[in-house]
C-alpha cells in the first residue's frame, strides 16, 4: 500500500511512519524539513510539503492509496493551521482520486461530556487551555465531513512518549470511562489500522487506556 504521512518527522506522525515502514508499505513522508526526517530506508520516500500550499499538497499526494495527517501547533493562540491543511488535503484528494484520510484531530472537539471526574477534569482543562486549537479542530472537521469521501479523525487523549501497547480503548461519542492519556506510539498503531478499517469510517473515534 502507498501511505503519505503529512507531518512525519516528529511526535504521532513518526512513530506513525515507524510502523508504517514495519509493515512493509511504501511510504512517503511529507514535511517542511526533508532533513528532519532521519530515517533511511529502501520504502521510504522524503518530500517537502508545506500543508498550507495547495500545489504543494496536491503533488505529495499523486499516487496515494491513503493519506495522513498528523500535523501540530504548540501555540496556544488563534491558529488555521488544521483548518487550512485539512481543506488543502481534501482538495488535492479530490484532484488525485485518493479516497481516504485518517486526520489526527483532538479530544474535546466535539463538545464531549465525560462519564467520571477524571475525564470531566480533562475536558474542562482542554476546553479553556486550548480553547483555539479546538476549535480550529472543528473548523477542521467540517472541512473533511463535507469533502473527503472516506475519513477516519482520531480523537487522543493527553499524549505521552510512553512504549507501544497494541492495547487501548476507543469510543465514538464521548471519551472512554475513567481514561488519563495515551502513548503517541499506540494512537500511530490505532491509526495505521484504520487505512484498511472500515470500523470508524466516516467517524471521529476518541482513543486512551
Known amino acids: 500500500m502507498k501511505v503519505l504521512i503529512i507531518g512525519a518527522s516528529r511526535g504521532v506522525g513518526r512513530r506513525l511512519l515507524e510502523h508504517a515502514l514495519a509493515q512493509d508499505h511504501q511510504v512517503t513522508a511529507a ?3 526533508p532533513a528532519a526526517v532521519d530515517i533511511q ?6 518530500v517537502p510539503c508545506d500543508v498550507l500550499n495547495t500545489g504543494s499538497v496536491t503533488r505529495a499526494l499523486a499516487g496515494q492509496d491513503v ?3 498528523t500535523i501540530g501547533d504548540k501555540s496556544r493562540g488563534p491558529t488555521t493551521l488544521y483548518s487550512t491543511g485539512a481543506r488543502n488535503i481534501v ?7 485518493v479516497r481516504r484520510l ?10 464531549e461530556t465525560a462519564q467520571d471526574l477524571r475525564g470531566a477534569a480533562l475536558l474542562f482543562l482542554a476546553k479553556r487551555m486550548i480553547r483555539h486549537t479546538l476549535a480550529d479542530h472543528r473548523r477542521a472537521l467540517e472541512e473533511i ?33 475513567k481514561s488519563s492519556h495515551i502513548a503517541r506510539a499506540d494512537v ?22
Request: hydrophobic share 45%; charged share 10%.
Open 41 to 46: 530506508h529502501a520504502q521510504l520516500r522524503v
Open 91 to 97: 482538495q488535492a484528494m479530490q484532484v488525485q482520486q
Open 102 to 111: 485518517v486526520f489526527l484531530s483532538n479530544f474535546g472537539v466535539l463538545g
Open 31 to 33: 514535511v517542511r524539513n
Open 145 to 177: 465531513q463535507d469533502h473527503a469521501p472516506e475519513w477516519i479523525a482520531v480523537r487522543p487523549l493527553p499524549l505521552t512518549n510512553g512504549r507501544w501497547t497494541g492495547q487501548y480503548r476507543t469510543a465514538v461519542y464521548g471519551i472512554p470511562a
Open 188 to 209: 500511530a498503531d490505532f491509526m495505521m489500522r484504520q487505512a484498511t478499517d472500515n470500523s470508524y469510517l466516516n467517524m471521529a473515534p476518541a482513543i486512551a487506556y
Open 67 to 69: 493519506v495522513y495527517c
